[in-house]
């Protein structure tokens, strides 16, 4: 079976310990969770975890199958790449050394990406956008003092129609 990018959208009570059962589910089936992010949804008291992770489909249906087992799960859905819209949120620390350097300025206006905060001795560029993009420009900011770098898993909603709250009730 050929392995592919799935992201699994899961709404859920907001309990202690749920994350833990969660993850365990994708740890049984030995599937490396790529992101994940968890987050108030559109529906009071409910919330919602999105986990990106790569695998078969035989091998998603079934962690769906145990994640709708799981007595906070109220339900869980997964979605191949094309069905969704999906972003990341990227932040790089770089060194002041180069803030006027223009092939830097350039890099980060050809990325449209922003300088959100410029300290005495480092500077914050903001990047919104797919994990190739962030990662893209992560490559390219790299060789100009690249302090730190983070990101955000991903965050998607569903390209079709998909009313979760009348799914839900």
């Known amino acids: 079976m050929q392995k592919e990018r799935f992201t699994v959208s899961i709404s859920t009570?907001?309990?202690?310990?749920?994350?833990n059962r969660v993850t365990s589910i994708f740890l049984k089936r030995h599937i490396n969770i790529e992101s994940l992010t968890a987050s108030e949804s559109e529906i009071k008291n409910v919330h919602r975890f999105t986990i990106e992770v790569i695998t078969t489909e035989v091998a998603?249906?079934?962690?769906?199958?145990?994640?709708?087992?799981?007595?906070?799960?109220?339900?869980?859905?997964?979605?191949?790449?094309?069905?969704?819209f999906s972003k990341e949120?990227?932040?790089?620390?770089?060194?002041?050394?180069?803030?006027?350097?223009?092939?830097?300025?350039?890099?980060?206006?050809?990325?449209?990406?922003?300088?959100?905060?410029?300290?005495?001795?480092?500077?914050?560029?903001?990047?919104?956008g797919s994990g190739?993009?962030?990662?893209?420009?992560?490559?390219?900011?790299?060789?100009?003092?690249?302090?730190?770098?983070?990101?955000?898993?991903r965050i998607a909603v569903t390209k079709p129609k998909m009313m979760i709250s009348t799914i839900i009730n």
């Open 60 to 84: 998603i249906k079934k962690i769906i199958t145990q994640l709708e087992k799981q007595i906070e799960v109220v339900r869980a859905f997964y979605h191949r790449s094309e069905e969704i």
């Open 132 to 153: 190739e993009e962030t990662s893209k420009l992560y490559e390219e900011l790299y060789p100009f003092g690249l302090m730190q770098f983070v990101r955000s898993g």
């Open 13 to 19: 009570e907001n309990n202690i310990g749920l994350l």
């Open 89 to 128: 949120i990227a932040m790089y620390k770089i060194s002041n050394n180069n803030l006027y350097n223009s092939d830097l300025r350039n890099i980060i206006k050809q990325n449209h990406a922003t300088i959100i905060e410029i300290e005495q001795e480092f500077f914050v560029v903001e990047l919104t």
